[in-house]
């Protein structure tokens, strides 16, 4: 079920974008052809005027097929009773034809008049072209703003401004702090009788014991019942010492302070009721690192009102895209290494996060479309980054490129696209077997 759930909500992802390429085109004048939700063969489609609306059997893709986007084939020229006579060395005047022969060869009804340039993608200002080829990547990030905004007006944003917040409740356990009896649903109060206040400090901890072993103090809630959660509003979150948001003194985040007002943090806690307990683990080396095998919940944050949460979730986004973007500068300096992964495994992370909750899997998809957004836009062919390069072009050259060039270019980008999803694709299938 979660695999499913998954799938249906990357195909909403595919709906949104293809859903902005068609609105802007509508709204331009422009005729749509096709919708199509997935490619390949057609399960089910409809006619809605002059746009026929389909599913395809296969969902990871779609396409919004606009008139006169990519230029038709020209008919062949017709032949004339002179080009037979040349090409079989006769004389001119050679063959005495009837009309219907000559007809026949020239090419028989008279060419059919030039289409109407009405609603053709060819036939619009440059700036509509540019709204319908741009309005797929705008989408998307809407998208992501609202998903961030829905999260915060509810007060389950995993993330503020980038930045999460780890609780002292234990939501997995694996490893070393499994094996001496730590459970999922504890929460820390103590290390070697000194309290904590962040998950931070634990980690710090646990790199400098050099192996020792930590004695962690914890409270332990009732079979079935789980940490309650607690109320913070948050006005300098940045510089309070006991948060994992907190920066050092003199940090240049410290100026940074007031971005934080207007956000309510919720953190899970403990009951002064619930059982308490001394836990010995000794941590397990990997590398150069030791690890208990401990993941933190995750604080949640809500914005104070309707509009302090869309601004929180405009600039959560707007961050993100930053930070993909200098992702993908750095990996074109070589200082930066960038995942690429197929649909296989961008599932199986989806399915996982159905797993974990609603809020989970949401955040899965405002971040998914985000990416969808970001590399569209880039500038390479196929791409909606590689058409507005053309339109870019047109703009400056006060001249179209020639149609069949940029179809030409788009087919060579298809190829690639194809062949390095095939690669990944394989990659990821091999690497979950």
Not at 182 to 188: E, I, S, T
Not at 190 to 196: K, L, P, Q, S
Not at 231 to 245: K, N
Request: contains cysteine.
């Amino acid at each position: 079920m979660s695999v499913l759930i998954a799938i249906l909500g990357f195909g909403l992802l595919i709906f949104v974008h293809e859903l902005g390429h068609f609105l802007f085109a509508r709204l331009t004048g422009m005729t749509v052809e096709v919708f199509s939700i997935g490619f390949g063969p057609t399960l089910y489609s409809v006619q809605r005027g002059d746009t026929v609306y389909q599913l395809a059997l296969l969902p990871f893709g779609g396409y919004v097929r606009v008139k006169g986007l990519a230029p038709k084939e020209e008919p062949p020229p017709a032949r004339t009773l002179g080009d037979v006579e040349r090409e079989w060395g006769l004389e001119e005047g050679a063959f005495e034809a009837s009309d219907e022969l000559k007809a026949r060869l020239e090419g028989g009804a008279p060419a059919p008049a030039p289409e109407d340039p009405a609603g053709s993608y060819q036939s619009k200002p440059l700036w509509a072209r540019a709204l319908m080829v741009g309005g797929g990547p705008l989408f998307n990030v809407l998208f992501t703003v609202g998903a961030f905004w829905a999260l915060l007006a509810t007060g389950q944003a995993l993330s503020v401004l980038e930045v999460r917040s780890p609780s002292l409740t234990f939501q997995e356990v694996s490893g070393a702090a499994a094996a001496a009896g730590v459970r999922a649903g504890d929460v820390l109060l103590a290390i070697d009788g000194e309290a904590v206040s962040s998950f931070g400090e634990l980690k710090r901890r646990t790199v400098g014991s050099e192996g020792r072993e930590m004695r962690l103090s914890l409270a332990r809630p009732p079979a079935g019942v789980a940490a309650p959660v607690r109320e913070e509003r948050v006005v300098d979150l940045c510089l309070r010492p006991e948060s994992a948001l907190s920066a050092a003194a003199g940090d240049a985040r410290a100026a940074d302070c007031a971005r934080f007002e207007g956000v309510t943090r919720y953190r899970q806690g403990a009951e002064e009721s619930w059982e308490r307990l001394t836990v010995a683990v000794t941590p397990a080396r990997r590398g150069e690192a030791y690890l208990l095998g401990l993941t933190p919940a995750l604080d949640r944050f809500g914005g104070d009102g309707v509009g302090r949460s869309l601004a929180l979730a405009a600039r959560e986004s707007a961050g993100l895209i930053e930070s993909m973007y200098e992702q993908l500068a750095g990996a074109l300096r070589g200082t930066e290494r960038v995942e690429v992964a197929s649909v296989v495994k961008i599932t199986a992370i989806s399915a996982d996060t159905v797993k974990m909750g609603g809020e989970w899997f949401l955040n899965f998809l405002a971040f998914l479309s985000l990416n969808l957004a970001v590399l569209n836009l880039l500038p390479f062919p196929a791409l909606d980054g590689g058409r507005l390069i053309f339109l870019a072009i047109e703009a400056v050259s006060r001249r179209p490129v020639p149609p069949r060039v940029e179809m030409l270019v788009h087919a060579f980008g298809v190829v690639l696209l194809v062949g390095l999803t095939a690669w990944v694709t394989l990659k990821d299938i091999l690497s979950l077997l």
